[in-house]
Protein backbone atom coordinates (compact mmCIF):
# COMPACT_ATOMS: atom_id res chain seq x y z
CA UNK A 1 0.00 0.00 0.00
CA UNK A 2 1.43 3.45 -1.27
CA UNK A 3 0.68 6.70 -0.48
CA UNK A 4 0.14 7.02 -4.17
CA UNK A 5 -2.61 4.27 -4.10
CA UNK A 6 -4.63 6.22 -1.31
CA UNK A 7 -4.80 9.41 -3.37
CA UNK A 8 -6.32 7.39 -6.09
CA UNK A 9 -8.98 5.68 -3.46
CA UNK A 10 -9.88 9.69 -2.25
CA UNK A 11 -10.23 10.49 -5.48
CA UNK A 12 -12.51 7.66 -6.86
CA UNK A 13 -14.33 8.29 -3.74
CA UNK A 14 -14.76 12.31 -4.01
CA UNK A 15 -15.41 12.20 -7.73
CA UNK A 16 -18.15 8.84 -7.73
CA UNK A 17 -16.07 7.77 -11.46
CA UNK A 18 -13.23 5.70 -12.57
CA UNK A 19 -13.51 8.24 -15.46
CA UNK A 20 -13.35 11.47 -13.76
CA UNK A 21 -11.00 10.72 -10.99
CA UNK A 22 -8.27 8.96 -13.55
CA UNK A 23 -8.64 12.99 -15.58
CA UNK A 24 -8.04 14.65 -12.37
CA UNK A 25 -5.15 12.65 -11.79
CA UNK A 26 -4.30 12.70 -15.09
CA UNK A 27 -4.29 8.73 -15.92
CA UNK A 28 -5.34 6.67 -17.68
CA UNK A 29 -8.45 4.57 -16.59
CA UNK A 30 -6.77 1.03 -17.20
CA UNK A 31 -3.89 2.32 -15.01
CA UNK A 32 -5.97 3.78 -12.10
CA UNK A 33 -8.14 0.65 -12.32
CA UNK A 34 -5.38 -1.80 -11.95
CA UNK A 35 -3.77 0.20 -9.19
CA UNK A 36 -6.78 -0.10 -7.24
CA UNK A 37 -7.26 -3.84 -7.83
CA UNK A 38 -3.96 -3.99 -6.95
CA UNK A 39 -4.88 -2.18 -3.60
CA UNK A 40 -7.84 -4.18 -3.06
CA UNK A 41 -5.94 -7.30 -3.53
CA UNK A 42 -3.38 -6.44 -0.64
CA UNK A 43 -6.36 -5.29 1.41
CA UNK A 44 -8.64 -8.24 1.22
CA UNK A 45 -11.63 -6.67 0.31
CA UNK A 46 -13.43 -4.33 -2.60
CA UNK A 47 -13.13 -0.18 -1.64
CA UNK A 48 -15.82 0.60 -4.65
CA UNK A 49 -18.73 -1.23 -6.05
CA UNK A 50 -18.56 -0.62 -10.22
CA UNK A 51 -21.41 -0.48 -12.27
CA UNK A 52 -22.31 1.05 -15.57
CA UNK A 53 -23.63 4.29 -13.72
CA UNK A 54 -20.09 4.85 -12.07
CA UNK A 55 -18.58 3.20 -8.73
CA UNK A 56 -20.20 4.03 -4.74
CA UNK A 57 -17.91 2.71 -1.74
CA UNK A 58 -19.19 -0.17 -0.31
CA UNK A 59 -18.89 -0.43 3.60
CA UNK A 60 -15.56 -1.87 4.50
CA UNK A 61 -14.35 1.06 1.60
CA UNK A 62 -15.76 3.70 3.83
CA UNK A 63 -14.16 2.56 6.84
CA UNK A 64 -10.71 2.48 4.96
CA UNK A 65 -11.42 6.24 3.63
CA UNK A 66 -11.54 7.90 7.08
CA UNK A 67 -7.68 6.48 7.76
CA UNK A 68 -6.97 6.93 3.91
CA UNK A 69 -8.42 11.10 3.93
CA UNK A 70 -6.41 11.64 7.03
CA UNK A 71 -2.90 9.97 5.68
CA UNK A 72 -3.41 12.19 1.98
CA UNK A 73 -4.56 15.32 4.42
CA UNK A 74 -1.74 15.22 6.18
CA UNK A 75 0.66 14.62 3.30
CA UNK A 76 -0.23 17.38 1.39
CA UNK A 77 -0.16 19.89 4.47
CA UNK A 78 3.61 18.65 5.09
CA UNK A 79 4.45 19.13 1.58
CA UNK A 80 2.60 22.81 1.29
CA UNK A 81 4.09 23.61 4.83
CA UNK A 82 7.45 22.43 3.82
CA UNK A 83 7.99 21.78 0.42
CA UNK A 84 5.75 24.50 -1.28
CA UNK A 85 6.34 26.59 1.59
CA UNK A 86 2.49 27.71 1.69
CA UNK A 87 1.53 28.82 5.37
CA UNK A 88 -1.55 26.88 5.88
CA UNK A 89 -4.66 27.83 8.18
CA UNK A 90 -5.10 26.03 11.09
CA UNK A 91 -8.05 24.62 11.71
CA UNK A 92 -10.97 23.63 14.16
CA UNK A 93 -14.32 22.60 13.93
CA UNK A 94 -17.40 21.38 16.62
CA UNK A 95 -20.38 19.13 16.83
CA UNK A 96 -22.43 20.13 19.31
CA UNK A 97 -26.67 19.00 19.99
CA UNK A 98 -28.62 22.02 20.19
CA UNK A 99 -27.39 23.96 22.55
CA UNK A 100 -27.30 27.96 22.38
CA UNK A 101 -24.38 28.48 24.44
CA UNK A 102 -22.14 25.83 22.94
CA UNK A 103 -22.87 28.35 19.66
CA UNK A 104 -22.02 31.88 22.18
CA UNK A 105 -18.68 29.81 23.70
CA UNK A 106 -17.35 29.17 19.90
CA UNK A 107 -18.35 32.78 18.84
CA UNK A 108 -16.25 33.93 21.91
CA UNK A 109 -13.41 31.44 20.88
CA UNK A 110 -13.29 32.58 16.92
CA UNK A 111 -13.46 36.71 17.90
CA UNK A 112 -9.84 36.13 19.44
CA UNK A 113 -8.33 35.40 16.36
CA UNK A 114 -7.83 36.53 12.92
CA UNK A 115 -10.20 34.81 10.22
CA UNK A 116 -7.28 34.44 8.09
CA UNK A 117 -5.16 32.58 10.13
CA UNK A 118 -8.10 30.02 10.57
CA UNK A 119 -11.00 27.49 9.54
CA UNK A 120 -13.60 27.40 11.89
CA UNK A 121 -16.52 25.17 11.95
CA UNK A 122 -19.76 24.01 14.25
CA UNK A 123 -22.33 21.97 13.51
CA UNK A 124 -25.25 21.45 15.23
CA UNK A 125 -26.52 18.38 14.90
CA UNK A 126 -27.96 14.74 15.78
CA UNK A 127 -26.54 12.81 18.40
CA UNK A 128 -25.34 10.19 16.38
CA UNK A 129 -24.31 12.76 14.22
CA UNK A 130 -21.80 13.89 16.53
CA UNK A 131 -20.16 10.61 17.36
CA UNK A 132 -19.31 10.10 13.77
CA UNK A 133 -18.02 13.43 13.35
CA UNK A 134 -15.90 13.18 16.24
CA UNK A 135 -14.67 9.54 15.20
CA UNK A 136 -13.85 10.32 11.74
CA UNK A 137 -11.86 13.22 12.58
CA UNK A 138 -14.45 16.18 11.18
CA UNK A 139 -14.46 17.59 14.33
CA UNK A 140 -11.99 17.81 17.14
CA UNK A 141 -14.94 17.58 19.79
CA UNK A 142 -18.84 17.01 20.42
CA UNK A 143 -20.91 18.62 23.10
CA UNK A 144 -23.79 16.21 24.13
CA UNK A 145 -25.09 15.31 27.51
CA UNK A 146 -25.33 12.14 29.31
CA UNK A 147 -27.84 10.85 32.31
CA UNK A 148 -28.41 8.22 34.44
CA UNK A 149 -31.53 6.83 31.47
CA UNK A 150 -28.81 7.19 28.63
CA UNK A 151 -25.24 6.70 30.16
CA UNK A 152 -24.50 3.10 29.99
CA UNK A 153 -25.77 2.94 26.08
CA UNK A 154 -24.12 6.04 25.40
CA UNK A 155 -20.53 5.08 27.15
CA UNK A 156 -20.94 1.91 25.50
CA UNK A 157 -20.95 4.10 21.87
CA UNK A 158 -17.84 6.04 22.33
CA UNK A 159 -16.04 3.00 23.67
CA UNK A 160 -16.93 1.26 20.67
CA UNK A 161 -15.80 4.46 18.48
CA UNK A 162 -12.60 4.93 20.16
CA UNK A 163 -13.85 8.28 21.96
CA UNK A 164 -14.11 9.18 25.76
CA UNK A 165 -16.60 11.60 27.52
CA UNK A 166 -15.21 14.43 30.05
CA UNK A 167 -18.01 16.10 32.16
CA UNK A 168 -17.61 20.05 32.04
CA UNK A 169 -20.79 20.62 34.57
CA UNK A 170 -24.07 19.35 35.93
CA UNK A 171 -27.67 21.24 35.18
CA UNK A 172 -31.10 20.79 36.73
CA UNK A 173 -33.13 20.05 34.38
CA UNK A 174 -35.35 23.25 33.05
CA UNK A 175 -38.56 24.06 31.23
CA UNK A 176 -37.80 26.25 28.05
CA UNK A 177 -40.82 27.91 26.50
CA UNK A 178 -41.69 31.07 25.26
CA UNK A 179 -42.25 34.35 27.16
CA UNK A 180 -45.69 34.55 25.87
CA UNK A 181 -46.70 31.18 27.03
CA UNK A 182 -49.73 30.40 30.08
CA UNK A 183 -47.30 28.86 31.84
CA UNK A 184 -44.26 31.34 31.57
CA UNK A 185 -44.80 33.63 34.75
CA UNK A 186 -44.66 29.91 37.44
CA UNK A 187 -41.90 29.09 39.63
CA UNK A 188 -41.40 25.85 38.59
CA UNK A 189 -43.42 23.47 36.72
CA UNK A 190 -44.07 19.55 36.49
CA UNK A 191 -44.54 17.11 33.50
CA UNK A 192 -48.38 17.25 34.59
CA UNK A 193 -48.25 21.48 34.22
CA UNK A 194 -47.27 20.52 30.73
CA UNK A 195 -49.49 17.57 29.82
CA UNK A 196 -51.81 20.55 27.48
CA UNK A 197 -49.35 21.88 25.51
CA UNK A 198 -47.10 19.93 22.84
CA UNK A 199 -43.49 18.70 23.46
CA UNK A 200 -40.73 19.65 21.08
CA UNK A 201 -37.72 17.48 20.53
CA UNK A 202 -35.28 17.49 18.12
CA UNK A 203 -35.47 15.06 15.33
CA UNK A 204 -33.02 11.90 15.18
CA UNK A 205 -32.97 10.55 11.99
CA UNK A 206 -33.18 6.79 11.25
CA UNK A 207 -31.78 6.40 14.50
CA UNK A 208 -34.76 7.46 16.95
CA UNK A 209 -33.47 5.56 19.73
CA UNK A 210 -34.92 6.90 23.05
CA UNK A 211 -31.41 6.84 24.29
CA UNK A 212 -29.88 9.28 21.57
CA UNK A 213 -32.39 11.97 22.21
CA UNK A 214 -31.76 15.16 23.46
CA UNK A 215 -34.33 15.98 26.02
CA UNK A 216 -34.76 14.33 29.27
CA UNK A 217 -37.35 12.00 29.66
CA UNK A 218 -37.62 10.99 26.26
CA UNK A 219 -40.08 8.31 27.30
CA UNK A 220 -42.69 10.04 29.06
CA UNK A 221 -46.14 9.78 27.63
CA UNK A 222 -46.85 13.02 26.35
CA UNK A 223 -50.37 14.38 25.16
CA UNK A 224 -48.59 15.67 21.67
CA UNK A 225 -44.69 15.45 20.50
CA UNK A 226 -43.67 17.78 17.70
CA UNK A 227 -40.06 17.02 15.99
CA UNK A 228 -37.81 19.53 14.44
CA UNK A 229 -34.55 19.22 12.48
CA UNK A 230 -33.56 23.01 13.60
CA UNK A 231 -33.34 25.38 16.19
CA UNK A 232 -34.95 27.95 13.89
CA UNK A 233 -38.48 25.71 13.80
CA UNK A 234 -37.91 24.70 16.98
CA UNK A 235 -38.28 28.29 18.55
CA UNK A 236 -41.05 29.37 15.62
CA UNK A 237 -43.11 26.52 17.41
CA UNK A 238 -42.82 27.48 21.05
CA UNK A 239 -44.04 31.07 19.88
CA UNK A 240 -47.07 29.42 17.29
CA UNK A 241 -48.40 26.80 19.12
CA UNK A 242 -47.43 27.37 22.99
CA UNK A 243 -44.96 24.58 22.80
CA UNK A 244 -41.99 23.78 25.35
CA UNK A 245 -38.86 21.97 25.56
CA UNK A 246 -36.85 20.41 28.30
CA UNK A 247 -33.20 21.77 28.79
CA UNK A 248 -30.19 22.82 31.00
CA UNK A 249 -31.91 26.12 31.45
CA UNK A 250 -28.36 28.24 30.24
CA UNK A 251 -29.58 30.42 27.53
CA UNK A 252 -27.41 32.94 25.86
CA UNK A 253 -30.19 36.35 25.84
CA UNK A 254 -28.06 38.04 23.22
CA UNK A 255 -28.49 34.91 20.92
CA UNK A 256 -31.82 33.86 22.17
CA UNK A 257 -33.39 37.65 22.40
CA UNK A 258 -36.11 38.11 25.20
CA UNK A 259 -38.69 36.15 23.99
CA UNK A 260 -38.38 33.35 25.36
CA UNK A 261 -38.01 31.83 29.55
CA UNK A 262 -36.49 29.35 30.95
CA UNK A 263 -38.74 27.65 34.34
CA UNK A 264 -37.40 24.62 36.36
CA UNK A 265 -38.93 21.35 36.22
CA UNK A 266 -39.96 19.87 39.18
CA UNK A 267 -37.65 16.71 39.15
CA UNK A 268 -34.22 15.89 40.38
CA UNK A 269 -33.11 15.09 36.90
CA UNK A 270 -29.22 15.94 36.28
CA UNK A 271 -28.72 16.32 32.86
CA UNK A 272 -24.26 16.22 32.94
CA UNK A 273 -23.38 18.31 29.98
CA UNK A 274 -19.44 17.49 28.61
CA UNK A 275 -17.95 16.81 25.13
CA UNK A 276 -15.97 13.70 23.86
CA UNK A 277 -13.01 13.72 21.74
CA UNK A 278 -10.92 11.06 20.14
CA UNK A 279 -9.36 8.62 22.99
CA UNK A 280 -5.59 9.46 23.23
CA UNK A 281 -5.79 12.68 21.37
CA UNK A 282 -4.12 15.68 22.86
CA UNK A 283 -6.19 19.16 22.59
CA UNK A 284 -5.29 21.63 20.31
CA UNK A 285 -4.46 25.55 21.81
CA UNK A 286 -8.32 26.11 19.94
CA UNK A 287 -9.99 23.14 21.65
CA UNK A 288 -8.61 24.14 24.87
CA UNK A 289 -9.52 27.88 24.65
CA UNK A 290 -13.12 26.24 23.43
CA UNK A 291 -13.87 24.08 26.76
CA UNK A 292 -12.88 27.23 28.42
CA UNK A 293 -15.57 29.45 26.85
CA UNK A 294 -17.77 26.19 27.37
CA UNK A 295 -16.85 26.43 30.79
CA UNK A 296 -17.97 30.37 31.86
CA UNK A 297 -21.29 29.09 30.21
CA UNK A 298 -22.32 27.20 33.85
CA UNK A 299 -23.64 30.12 35.39
CA UNK A 300 -26.98 29.88 38.03
CA UNK A 301 -30.57 30.51 35.76
CA UNK A 302 -32.24 33.39 37.59
CA UNK A 303 -35.11 32.89 40.03
CA UNK A 304 -38.46 33.50 39.38
CA UNK A 305 -38.07 31.79 35.67
CA UNK A 306 -36.24 34.76 34.26
CA UNK A 307 -33.97 34.40 31.37
CA UNK A 308 -29.76 34.30 30.54
Known sequence: MTLQQLTYAVTIAETASMNKAAQALFLSQSSLSASILN??????????????????????GSEFLIYARQIVNQYRLTEEKFILKKES???????????????????????????????????????????ENVRSYKSE???LYVDDFNEEILQRLFADNGLTF?????????????????????????LEDLQPYPCLCFDQGENQSFYL????????????????SDRATLLNLMIGLNGYT???????????G???RVIPLQSDKIMHIGYIRRQGSILSKLGEIYLEELQKCNVHILPEGGAL
Open 166 to 190: TELFPCKTYVFLAAAHPLARRASLS
Open 39 to 60: LEKELGFSLFRRTNRGVSVTPE
Open 213 to 228: AEEVYSTWHYRQVIKA
Open 246 to 256: LCSGILCEDLN
Open 141 to 143: LGV
Open 258 to 260: TDY
Open 89 to 131: KKSFSVSAQHYTFAVKAFIEMARRFQPEQYAFGIYECKTGEII
